[in-house]
């Protein structure tokens, strides 16, 4: 057998997180609201998805988005399943048809994907050139299900004889450290130079939205 096919899964539990500039404005105002309430912000994106002209009607106009809460991401927008050792990859091998054949599982742990893959990371702190001096939103998402290759050709990473080479995968981390709550996401592999998103099929379970002031955020 000259080729051989291989594809990846990771379950079960992940996020959507964007980290986007805002204005002196939509800082001050909001940093505001979310001391009084701190899911105000969630229930204002929530609202504008069904009814933009309502959401902002009881806000000034300055202080608005005017935009659904994942288009706030010109500093970084990523997607995927967490890095946790509560998280398992699995590579499983398949025939062309992906018919599974055998499978391999680890845990997600960063001392366990060290050890058996490269890693790629950007970590975006409060010293991150995109952010430092900056307002910024955060918002996350909380979800449960699987994310996978499918982006790749019928979903299956395709081999010569010798089968898959760990060290050849390159998995693609976001480390979103701009609070006490560090989380760090797996968006993305590359495999003999083709990189490819994760596709997921989760739920989300509830979310998370905020704004920073980089120069004394805690």
Not at 143 to 150: D, I
Not at 196 to 204: E, F, K, R, S, V
Request: aromatic share 12%; glycine share 4%; hydrophobic share 30%.
């Amino acid at each position: 057998m000259n080729k051989r096919y291989f594809k990846i899964q990771i379950y079960a539990y992940g996020s959507e997180v964007v980290l986007g500039t805002i204005s002196e404005n939509q800082y001050i105002y909001w940093s505001k609201k979310l001391a009084d309430n701190e899911d105000t912000l969630s229930n204002y994106f929530s609202e504008y998805e069904f009814d933009d002209e309502k959401a902002n009607e009881n806000h000034p106009d300055n202080s608005v988005f005017n935009c659904s809460w994942f288009e706030l991401d010109d500093i970084t927008h990523v997607h995927g399943p967490e890095v946790t050792d509560q998280n398992i990859i699995e590579i499983t091998e398949t025939d062309q048809h992906g018919k599974q054949i055998d499978s391999i599982k680890y845990d997600m742990s960063k001392k366990t994907l060290a050890s058996h893959f490269n890693i790629s990371e950007e970590r975006f702190d409060l010293l991150h050139d995109k952010i430092k001096d900056k307002k910024f939103f955060m918002g996350q998402t909380f979800e449960k299900g699987s994310w996978n290759s499918s982006e790749t050709d019928n979903g299956l990473i395709e081999t010569n004889k010798d089968g898959i080479d760990n060290k050849k995968l390159i998995l693609h981390i976001s480390e979103i450290a701009v609070d006490d709550d560090d989380c760090s996401i797996c968006y993305a592999f590359t495999y003999n130079g083709e990189k490819c998103l994760l596709n997921g099929d989760t739920q989300t379970n509830s979310s998370y939205m905020n704004v920073y002031e980089s120069s004394n955020a805690d």
